[in-house]
């Protein structure tokens, strides 16, 4: 049988495409990229702010009509799953298979109970057998899993579950495979990179991750998304600044510059602390990059806080910047 994939949403969601697309090759399943020869069309779907829950549902019912055609069977999982999965299965009758994030363990039987098929394998999500899709030079490396910032405005807490870390020999272990595969540009990632290794081994241990995946032969660049000021310590800064692989780039989302919003967002860092950290990334590494991301219309906010933003973003300069309007997020989640 063919099997067609789409996934939305973030890098983490297409890691876990690329697992989900290594256990249908596992059991002999051929896979394709157009949808009319497609036998089973599976959906990975973010549900992380409106826009993106309406782009999901959007495409749900777009891939239905296929069942129209060659499709047998859709197969929904992901973020918006894991948070309206009851009202889904009563309003999308069209897909066969609705699976939550907290049911991973048990795909590969549901997608065999559901074709009536019982195969010789029966895989678990895992790095080992994962199918990459960036192509030949890049590839992406999770290091963590969910979020414990619990920012007011993000409901990945609530969908994703707290932030675990894995372990740094796994994650080493994934790199050298990858490695080997001919990939020239790993970029790391996680909700939070640098609270990566606090819920293990007590403290910070990005800076250390990246030296040991520098060790790595193969790779040519190494970056990692995304750096939350808090926790940007001196020892990252360095290994950054003295390690020829690593970009030098920090793509850190502050969200605001008022301590006002920050504190009604639960953000860890004040305007002051923010600046503190950026002034010192460029005293050490002066051809740096740097990306934020910023909210807007956040609740409460007013033109005095937009004016201090507006005058933040003039005086920091930021290479890159991305602005949102605020989304109102409910954080409930039916599985």
Known sequence: MNVGFISLGCTKNLVV????????????????????????????????????????????????????????????????????????????????????????????EKISKMIGKQDNICP?????????????????????????????????????????????????????????KGIKELIVIAQDTTKYGIDIYGEPKLAELLEELCKIDGFKWIRF?????????????????????ICKYFDIPIQHSSDKVLKRMNRKSDQKSIEKVINRIRKEIPNVILRTTLIVGFPGETEEDFSNLYEFVKNMKFDKLGAFMYSKEDRNTSS
């Open 225 to 245: 998304l995304y750096s939350y000021p808090e926790t940007i310590t001196d020892e990252l800064i360095q290994v950054v600044k003295n390690n020829d692989k």
């Open 124 to 180: 678990k999500l895992d790095f080992a057998n994962r199918v990459i899709t960036t192509g030949d030079n890049y590839a992406y490396l999770k290091i963590a899993e969910g979020c414990s910032n619990n920012c007011t405005y993000c409901a990945i807490p609530y969908i994703q579950g707290k932030y675990i870390s894995r372990k740094k020999e796994e994650i080493i272990e994934e790199a050298k495979k990858l490695a080997k």
């Open 17 to 108: 495409t690329e697992e989900v697309i290594g256990m249908f090759k596992q059991n002999g399943y051929n896979i394709v990229n157009d949808e009319t020869k497609a036998d089973i069309i599976v959906i990975n779907t973010c549900g992380f702010i409106e826009s993106a829950k309406q782009e999901a549902i959007d495409t749900i019912l777009e891939m239905a009509e296929y069942k129209n055609k060659r499709c047998k069977y859709l197969v929904v999982i992901g973020c918006l799953v894991q948070r309206y999965k009851e009202d889904l299965e009563k309003l999308i009758p069209e897909v066969d298979l609705f699976v939550s994030i907290k049911e991973y363990d048990k795909l590969w």
